[in-house]
């Protein structure tokens, strides 16, 4: 597996070895030892989530600010945009984001800690995305940021027209957002 540190350094891309013949392929999404090793601790995950989007969705930017989430996302169909917001006060890249293309077809997976705020956007024409979670979902804890706050200023793909949930259309400010001290 081959790890690369984003500029805010606890956010990994991680990239699997792949196998692959005129079968098929083959490739191993998750080890425990080998992700821990990659992170620097123990992790547990008590949580698997899939959803199924179409072109132009964007879902976040999404936190849970008690019951916080690591999350260990990749795309098994399709390809999305993905960013991490770090929403730790004390850190020194508080308010800073990073971003990466995930694809079924370049297999990678982003390591968000928990912490941070996340959210994706779909480049392809559905997209199917598979991630493990730190903690259990709750809703009463849930937060959202909007996407295009414009003190975050996320570099969004260009001519992006999202299609948001209510909820994410209503995401408050970065300014006004309860964040992780």
């Known amino acids: 597996m081959k790890v690369e540190r984003l500029t805010i350094p606890d956010v990994l891309v991680l990239e699997p070895q792949v196998f692959g013949d005129e079968r098929g392929f083959f490739f191993e999404s998750f ?3 080998r992700f821990e090793d990659a992170v620097g601790g123990q992790v547990l995950f008590v949580q698997d989530n899939h ?3 179409s072109k132009g969705v964007l879902r976040g930017l999404h936190y849970q600010l008690k019951h916080a989430q690591g999350k260990l996302l990749r795309v098994s169909q399709g390809e999305v945009f993905d960013v991490a917001v770090d929403l730790r006060r004390s850190s020194p890249t508080f308010g800073q ?3 990466v293309n995930l694809s079924a077809e370049n297999k990678k997976q982003i ?3 928990a912490g941070f705020a ?3 956007v779909v480049l392809s024409d559905v997209a199917e995305v598979l991630y493990k979670t730190t903690d259990y979902y709750a809703k009463d804890c849930e937060r959202c940021i909007i996407w295009d706050d414009p003190q975050l200023g996320i570099e969004w793909p ?3 027209r999202p299609i948001l949930s209510s909820k994410d259309a209503a995401g408050v400010q970065f300014s006004h957002a309860d964040v992780f001290e």
């Open 111 to 113: 390591w968000i800690p």
């Open 97 to 99: 984001w990073v971003s």
């Open 51 to 53: 959803s199924r989007s």
């Open 158 to 160: 260009h001519g992006l």
């Open 31 to 33: 080890n425990q030892r």
């Open 118 to 120: 996340h959210g994706f």
